[in-house]
């Protein structure tokens, strides 16, 4: 069964920090890896999409990398601000089309002034 | 705003009524998606159309959920008979063409059966 697991599940730190939330997955064939933030009582909003042959990829204060070979990702959030708090999920596609999304349970952010 | 849209955005039912849900995608999409998700899980998903052709049902879309895109634009979703374990955001994306492509989501449909 393809699963997508995060860590850790909830996060508080103080504004103006960093933090790197993890993602491990068993999905297979891969296609692509994609976090997205969702805030509470909205739809996720897409931060960053990645390939097999991707190893980095970043969006403004949002660096997310995988390792294709671990089955591993990261999204590492740099001087975080108040409006960063949400919820960070990971979703592999395991089909060149993107109709099969395999979906993280997510990791809580809440930021502190 | 050319974004996906959803209404309602929040609806209360008995236990027992039905209710329909409705998703406009972002035009030029021709794909559209419905997930469920509940508290602190993340989307599930329930079903896609490519066009007005519905794709693949997850085994989660019970005989109860029907969902259509009659004209290939916006679609509906009804739940017949609701039951509390209904309960629940519904969540509607959509994309363009096939493969590598950015689902784009809706701000959800947010269900509590009494």
């Known amino acids: 069964k393809n699963q997508v697991e995060q860590s850790p599940q909830s996060l508080i730190i103080l504004e103006g920090k960093n933090c790197t939330l993890q993602?491990?997955?068993?999905?297979?064939?891969?296609?692509?890896l994609r976090w997205y933030k969702q805030d509470t009582g909205r739809g996720p909003v897409s931060l960053t999409i990645m390939t097999f042959s991707e190893n980095t990829k970043s969006n403004g204060r949002y660096t997310a990398t995988l390792d294709a070979d671990t089955k591993q990702s990261s999204l590492h959030i740099t001087a975080s601000q108040l409006s960063d708090s949400a919820s960070y999920i990971c979703?592999?596609?395991?089909?060149?089309?993107?109709?099969?999304?395999?979906f993280g349970t997510g990791t809580r952010l809440t930021i502190i002034p | 705003d050319t974004g996906v849209s959803q209404d309602p955005r929040h609806k209360i039912t008995k236990r027992g009524q039905n209710v329909t849900f409705r998703c406009d995608p972002i035009?030029?999409?021709?794909?559209l998606y419905w997930y469920r998700q509940t508290l602190g899980q993340g989307p599930e998903f329930l079903t896609y159309?490519?066009?007005?052709?519905?794709?693949?049902k997850s085994r989660l879309l019970s005989d109860r959920f029907s969902a259509e895109r009659p004209k290939g634009s916006f679609s509906t979703l009804e739940i017949q008979r609701t039951e509390q374990g209904d309960s629940a955001m519904y969540l509607c994306?959509?994309?363009?063409?096939?493969?590598?492509?950015?689902?784009?989501f809706g701000p959800g449909t947010r269900l509590t059966v009494l």
């Open positions: 979703v592999v596609s395991s089909d060149f089309g993107n109709e099969k999304l395999t």
């Open positions: 035009s030029e999409h021709n794909r």
């Open positions: 994306a959509s994309s363009y063409g096939q493969g590598y492509n950015e689902q784009f």
């Open positions: 159309f490519q066009n007005e052709a519905q794709l693949e």
């Open positions: 993602c491990n997955y068993t999905v297979s064939p891969f296609s692509n």
